[in-house]
């Protein structure tokens, strides 16, 4: 079962910053997820939240701030005094680590503007980005938006994709044909909901199923014996002491 950290090792280190991701080199985890915005100016960067407040010293949607505004940021203090000065990331910079290190990642898309232009900009920028790669097959992109992964399977075809969803509940039908109307070949699921029989079905119908938000030793176990493909977590270290990580 795939361990992925979630945001980085977000449980040692500031969520979707470099050094929670390097995180994942000193316990082991193979695999992180992160997110990527767009700023006004298309640069591109990692940070989960439409707006600055919670993870950084700024204010405002990121959106609105420019690449030479973000370098004025700390997004670590937050966390604590030992990650001071820490930045939000870059995506190249992340892609970078991924061709240096052997790491994996999930992609996730986020973006809450409508104007189709920019929203063109923003997969182009990112399709773009990825040409980097020096193993494509190492990056997952997901997505609740059924426009950016159809954008994104014109514009990157050779990136695997995954349509996340809250919950898959008894729609599990629906969930497969949407996911394979888009292309993907995965289901990010959320926690909530999710029994042994829906992750049966997903994977019956060819879907590999990863799973968040999963921070128990105990229930990881439990998605392993239901046959789940992988999990985010923010406690990568604790999954992998216990044994969980067989991929």
């Not at 929670?20 to 992160?34: I, M, S």
Request: aromatic share 6%; proline share 3%; charged share 25%.
């Amino acid at each position: 079962m795939r361990i992925i950290a979630h945001r980085g090792v977000s449980s040692l280190a500031p969520e979707n910053t470099m050094a929670a991701f390097v995180k994942c080199l000193e316990v082991g985890a193979k695999w992180f997820e992160c997110d990527v915005r767009m700023l006004g100016d298309n640069s591109l960067i990692v940070a989960h939240d439409e707006t600055a407040e919670r993870t950084t010293t700024g204010t405002g949607r990121f959106f609105d701030l420019t690449f030479a505004d973000l370098r004025r940021l700390d997004a670590g203090r937050w966390f604590g005094d030992g990650f001071r000065l820490e930045r939000v990331p870059e995506l190249a910079t992340v892609l970078d680590l991924l061709n240096t290190t052997g790491l994996s990642a999930n992609l996730e898309l986020k973006f809450e503007e409508s104007d189709p232009e920019v929203v063109r900009t923003y997969l182009e920028t990112i399709a773009r980005s990825t040409r980097a790669l020096k193993q494509p097959d190492r990056v997952l992109v997901s997505s609740f938006s059924a426009e950016l992964l159809s954008g994104m399977a014109a514009l990157a075809p050779d990136l695997a994709r995954a349509l996340l969803v809250d919950e898959v509940g008894a729609s599990v039908d629906q969930v497969v044909a949407q996911a394979r109307d888009l292309g993907c070949d995965a289901v990010n699921p959320g926690l909530e909901g999710l029994t042994a029989d829906r992750v049966q079905a997903l994977k019956a119908a060819g879907m590999a199923v990863y799973v968040w938000t999963v921070n128990s030793v105990e229930t990881a176990r439990e998605l392993a014996e239901w046959g789940v493909d992988g999990v985010f977590t923010d406690y990568p270290q604790d999954l992998l002491a216990a044994g969980l990580d067989q991929e």
